[in-house]
């Protein structure tokens, strides 16, 4: 299994009764892109479906509730849908232009049981009740202009950690207390497209943050910087979140535009390079490891499915899949290619089979690359235009 230390996990943990098939937070409720569930089998048609508006926010699933977002007449709508049946539980809207580039949010809605919250492309963060819909708090990180916004909106989704609210909003992130919106630490400048990461190593707490210029290891109370690696990327974006691997002392990192991957060592002060290549150039999909292979999406816009070895960077194999999302469901991954066809595969070492696939009707009219999420037996996919599809996992 991907071994890796989630202190933001625990602490969700420890904050409320997650359910095993529960995914409340952006990339699951390890915040790593698994899940425990199990899945054998896809189903041929769509459960239920409906448009939720433009944009790329992904899906939470908490006791039954889905949370999603996207933009309509220049409001981002935050809705709340029963899982099973899409019925709309509540939506809020918030004021946002969409954006005629790649229009809509970016940022998934996350939960921590009691509140939704949400990061517009504008860098505007909220803070929603989740079972009546209303909004507790707001706060504009952009209003002041000390704050740049990004070439393609802000794209952040919330961490949650020790009380707080993290994003990855100014040169160094930003975090709130999560209950009144209270700045706890805040920077200027530009931040970055990925979500922040909380781990532990040795016992102590950081926070790893893929910001402009850089990967940066942050003390998570005060914003402190502990040790920073440089990694340059044309158009600034680094959007596939760090990965924390081997109980905090190495992390991945991988960017698209050509640049690659870097494994790093870190040991409570500095990190080092071990490897550095671009034998996988992940424009924003997270890629995820098991046993010492790197299981990503090699590309920028279009590409393939492929996998590198952890210790050294070079290639395993490269699977006949196109550009896309996937996430880990115990022994397989849910895949979904840009054109909208949905994929069960069994990874190995070698080379990736294809247990079954489906072309998800009207799908494919718009692109795919929001990662699918797998949950209480279910599957949700999504396309930039909002069409949000239910899909049975067998």
């Keep these: 299994m ?3 230390t989630i202190l933001s996990g625990t602490v969700l943990l420890a904050a409320f009764s997650i359910m095993a098939a529960d995914w409340p937070v952006w990339r699951g409720a390890k915040a790593d892109g698994t899940t425990t569930e199990a899945v054998s089998s896809i ?19 908490y ?30 809207a918030i004021e946002c232009a969409a954006n005629k580039n790649y229009p809509g949010p970016r940022a998934t809605p996350v939960t921590d049981g009691s509140n939704v919250y949400m990061v517009s492309r504008d860098g505007d963060l909220s ?14 990180r952009l209003a002041s202009g000390s704050v740049k916004n990004l070439k393609w909106g802000l794209a952040s989704s919330v961490l949650l950690h020790d009380g707080m609210a ?25 931040g970055n497209y990925s979500t922040p990461v909380a781990f532990s190593y040795n016992g102590k707490n950081y926070l790893a943050i893929f910001s402009a210029e850089k990967l940066l290891i942050l003390e998570p109370r005060t914003g402190s910087e502990i040790a920073s690696f440089p990694w340059i990327t044309k158009y600034n974006v680094n959007a596939a979140d760090p990965l924390i691997l081997a109980g905090g002392s190495k992390i991945f990192i991988s960017s698209g535009y050509g640049h690659g991957s870097a494994l790093l060592n870190f040991d409570g002060t500095t990190l080092k390079k071990v490897w550095e290549n671009k034998n996988m150039c992940s424009h924003f999909t997270t890629p995820i490891v098991i046993d010492g292979i790197v299981y990503g999406v090699n590309g ?9 070895k952890l210790s050294d960077g070079l290639p395993a194999f490269q699977a006949n899949l196109k550009f896309g999302s996937f996430i880990q469901a115990g022994d397989k991954f849910v895949y979904l290619e840009d054109d909208g066809t949905l994929n069960l595969i069994k990874p190995s070492a070698e080379k990736c089979d294809v247990i079954k696939s489906v072309k998800v009707p009207k799908l494919g009219s718009a692109k795919c690359w929001t990662m699918p999420v797998l949950a209480e037996g279910r599957i949700y996919c999504r396309n ?10 067998q």
């Design 2 to 4: 991907f071994i890796r």
């Design 43 to 61: 189903g041929d048609t769509p459960l239920w479906q409906m448009n939720v508006g433009s944009g790329y926010s992904a899906v939470s699933v």
């Design 63 to 92: 006791k039954g509730k889905l949370l999603t977002a996207g933009n309509k007449n220049d409001q981002d709508i935050i809705y709340c849908l029963d899982a099973a049946t899409g019925k709309e539980i509540w939506n809020c």
């Design 127 to 140: 803070c929603i009740d989740l079972n009546s819909g209303k909004l507790k708090w707001s706060k504009s």
């Design 166 to 190: 993290i994003v990855n909003i100014g040169d160094k992130g930003m975090a709130f207390n999560a209950a009144t919106g209270e700045p706890v630490w805040q920077s200027q400048g530009e």
């Design 300 to 308: 920028t816009g279009s590409g393939k499915f492929c996998a590198i």
């Design 384 to 393: 930039a235009n909002g069409l949000l599809v239910c899909i049975a996992a």
